[in-house]
């Protein structure tokens, strides 16, 4: 171990900060995903171990010892074996999260990540999308952008494969290669040891906007029963019951049945405005055509009563928060909590034709809130509890469905809560998550499949 690696406390310039790097991620199905990683750190600067002053020399020494000044990393010495991953919603950018995830990890101690999904922006459709696979020179962008979309892009796809691919790079790669990328050649130090071979994750909090909380619905129930809980922000579901009657419902089908079926009929690649792959956006709105059972209905997902593959009976016993704001034409009340249901119940029938049989109880904590003199419930959050928080009022007003992660309207009425809720629930003690009854103990966590 060279000198520069044996007492981080010698080494002088220390200020608290937030690296981040950019990976590029292969799925199982080969598909290349873009995310970058927020790690907290202790940002040094050092010089080389052979720079020496020179008494008799001292000018030609010092402009030496300049020159071979370099930057060393040294990790936080409380990060956390959890970490924090965050999962978009439909046509906004992770570079849209980034000040929203450089708070996260800067208060929490935790590696936080945000991707892009496939089809959508830095991961989005080019020749080279498809690790392994050369195209033929002879075809055009538009062939081969339609050969990929047709063969890998859909929205299934997000939670069957990108979300268990990011979880596994977190998992199964070690510090000193999440620590090391393109953007950074950086001496790397953890306690004083080498960071070679460590690694730390073990655990993960799930932060979802709008359809990064459907994802939840197609991941393997394997990964699933990895989350020690979920936060999401404005997600529901696309069912127009769900939305008030009258103007905002006509809207909604305005937009489910006339505009994006128009837009992706005029644009076979990208589709505007939601700038993401074509096929995404028809899975969207053709979801949010089947009035029965919204993305359960559509990717043939069936009742946990009778489907021991159901995300609810691996979610069941961990804890949720859903944040809901007020006139959110995108993620009304009712919308939100029949997603929150669907995902967390095994007992919530959430086919709208049958729930008539369904039982009024819920143990879903309903809790008004406008943040300025508001503190989270006594109780600390953790286990298998699930809450709501319904933001109301001026906050409401000013965070919409999207500025919530914003930092100029979020910072300073939202974050400091969700904050002290995630920092409950990074303490809370682990619980079961194999309690179905459905499972056989030999093959506890089926893969679940779809008619994709």
Request: with cysteine; charged share 20%.
């Amino acid at each position: 171990m060279s000198q520069h690696d044996t007492d981080s406390t010698s080494l002088p310039t220390t200020t608290v900060d937030c690296l981040e790097c950019h990976h590029q991620i292969i799925t199982r199905d080969s598909y290349k995903l873009s995310g970058t990683i927020f790690f907290p750190i202790l940002r040094k600067i050092s010089s080389s171990e052979n720079t020496s002053i020179n008494a008799n020399n001292e000018k030609e020494n010092t402009k030496s010892a300049s020159s071979s000044l370099r930057e060393v990393i040294i990790l936080d010495d409380n990060l956390r074996e959890c970490a924090i991953v965050i999962g978009s919603a439909m046509g906004v950018p992770s570079r849209f999260y980034r000040e929203f995830a450089r708070f996260l990890c800067l208060n929490t101690k935790c590696i936080v990540m945000s991707f892009d999904f496939r089809g959508c922006f830095k991961s989005r459709i080019t020749k080279d999308s498809i690790d392994g696979v050369k195209f033929d020179e002879g075809k055009s962008e538009r062939e081969i952008f339609l050969e990929i979309q047709k063969k890998f892009v859909t929205i299934v796809n997000w939670g069957r494969f990108d979300l268990p691919a990011v979880m596994d790079y977190l998992e199964n790669s070690s510090l000193d290669k999440l620590l090391k990328c393109e953007s950074n050649n950086l001496d790397v130090k953890l306690r004083g040891e080498c960071v070679n071979g460590v690694k730390p994750i073990n655990e993960f909090v799930y932060i979802a906007h709008s359809i990064g909380g459907q994802v939840l619905a197609y991941c393997p129930n394997e990964y699933l029963c990895k989350f020690k809980g979920t936060i999401m922000i404005a997600s529901q579901s696309g069912v127009a019951q769900h939305w008030p009657w009258i103007i905002p419902r006509l809207l909604l089908y305005v937009y489910w049945y006339i505009m994006l079926p128009t837009m992706t009929t005029l644009y076979r690649m990208e589709t505007p405005p939601i700038n993401v792959a074509n096929q995404l956006v028809t899975d969207w709105y053709s979801a949010g055509r089947c009035n029965t059972n919204y993305i359960f209905e559509y990717f043939g997902i069936e009742e946990a009563k009778i489907n021991p593959k159901h995300p609810s009976w691996a979610l069941q016993n961990k804890a949720m928060i859903a944040y809901v704001i007020e006139n959110d034409f995108y993620a009304p009340f009712q919308a939100s909590l029949w997603l929150l249901r669907s995902i967390s119940d095994p007992t919530f029938i959430s086919n709208l034709k049958l729930q008539h049989l369904n039982g009024k109880s819920t143990n879903i904590t309903k809790k008004r809130i406008t943040f300025q003199n508001d503190e989270p419930d006594i109780k600390s959050f953790g286990g298998n509890q699930k809450r709501m928080y319904y933001i109301h009022g001026k906050v409401a007003k000013k965070i919409g469905h999207f500025n919530f992660f914003r930092e100029q309207e979020g910072k300073d009425e939202c974050w400091p809560h969700l904050l002290k809720l995630c920092l409950e629930l990074l303490e809370s003690p682990k619980v079961d998550s194999t309690s179905n009854p459905l499972l056989s103990p030999n093959n506890p966590f089926p893969a679940r499949s779809s008619k994709l």
